[in-house]
């Protein structure tokens, strides 16, 4: 009997994915380009699942139901052309490719292009949920035609993580829609973590708790508006000890975060679309700053931070949590609309409150939230600002965060993405920008011209003229 489809690439996703897929009944056929991986994963982890291991890559084709399908779950970049390369000698037109790794959606386009010609479908997927999503229901982004969509999509909502309002996968839209969809996704990610990282910053070192102390908030927090993944495994973190040590696991860490690139991507397509994302560039940004930990600690000692310990009243603690609140709204609200715009400007077809909604369960930005965000987003909205009872929420809010800013910059604690959060709101509620002051430069250096207030037209004068 040939397999309903096949996966090739058995780093742990791709294991995960093959062992969801045979368990919800379907024979996969895999392949790996280490044989090793494959002889292991076969021997190790499949147990009375349907999965055939190929070592060829012509007998894995053919192993195939007709129009065959494939799942890369291959390393991003070349290694994905690598592949589709080999495979397309045994490839049929109607024949579908689903890339399911971090591409970077320029290169979907590309691929997507490229294999149209040939009449190969394809489709560019988002896969958000790590390890424990993959195996146990993730969160699926996949772009392409729609035509491709339709060949698997009984297999995609049956392997989706679910929640009360359906299976989390959704065709997201055209070409590479998925992937910068998943793309924005880990920007939005970077963002809360970095968030989030920032009030523990406030925690320890102006409230001087213990992890033991800040894992109870956490955990407190997460059962009221602020419930989500990211929270949720922050107190889980922050409880764990140290076998070794005995201390707090988070203690023995080095403090120097590592990135893969999609969150720079992110602020980099969001430049090019002229959209703001503060607060995703900044948590990328922070990162960076992360390490150069050796210049962190000669300047440490040149320049004394002046911290005084503050008791932590309840007050506070709801300041830090409502500012929280803040930024992941934020951190949303820049998503959304860099999402919006490029589905504007590729011809994607995004539709925004499906997007959330198979952002509510699988993925690693999961989150109570997400339910308020859907009430309001749309096309014209899609910023998540324009309405009142989005303004009451974030008004009841902003004091909070204002005596958390204030609390940092009196304890010289860096807060980025909290910052940009207050200035990206700030900023958008101003209708009095200073940027004629900017026009005005830009046209005395440069007659770059100006737009005036009292009339159409565009301007430039002569500056020095009569000086
Ligand atoms: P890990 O997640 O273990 O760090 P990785 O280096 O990101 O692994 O690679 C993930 C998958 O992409 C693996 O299945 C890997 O195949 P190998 O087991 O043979 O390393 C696959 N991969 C990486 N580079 C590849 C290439 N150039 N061609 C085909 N497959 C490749």
Known sequence: MKSSIG??????????????????????????????????????????????????????????????????????????????????????????????????????????????????LFLGMGVSGGEYGALYGPSLMPGGSREAYNLVEEILLKIAAKTEEGPCCTYVGERSAGHFVKMVHNGIEYAIMQAIAEVYHIMRDVLSLSSEEMSSIFEEWNRGELSSFLVEITYKILRKKDEETGKPMVDVILDKAEQKGTGKWTSQAALDLGIPTPSINLAVVERVISHFKDIRTRLSKLYNKRRSATQGSEEFLRDLRNSLFFAMFMAFSQGMWLIAEASKEFGYGVNLSEVLRIWKGGCIIRAKLIDTLRRYISNENAYLLENEEVMNLLKGKIDSLKNILKASIENEIPVPVLNSSYNYFMSLTEERLPANLIQAQRDFFGAHTFERVDREGVFHINWEEGE
Do not use: C, W
């Open 7 to 120: 996966l090739i690439g058995l780093a742990v996703m791709g294991q995960n994915l093959a062992l969801n897929i045979a368990r919800k009944g379907y024979k996969v056929s895999v392949f790996n380009r280490t044989a090793q991986k494959t002889e292991e994963f076969v021997k190790n982890r499949v147990k009375g699942e349907e999965i055939e291991p190929h070592y060829d890559i012509k007998d894995f084709v053919e192993s195939l139901e007709r129009p065959r399908k494939i799942i890369l779950m291959v390393k991003a970049g070349k290694p994905v052309d690598d592949t589709i390369s080999q495979l397309l000698p045994y490839l049929e037109p109607g024949d579908l490719i689903i890339d399911g790794g971090n591409s970077h959606y320029m290169d979907t386009e590309r691929r997507f292009k490229e294999l149209s010609e040939k009449g190969i």
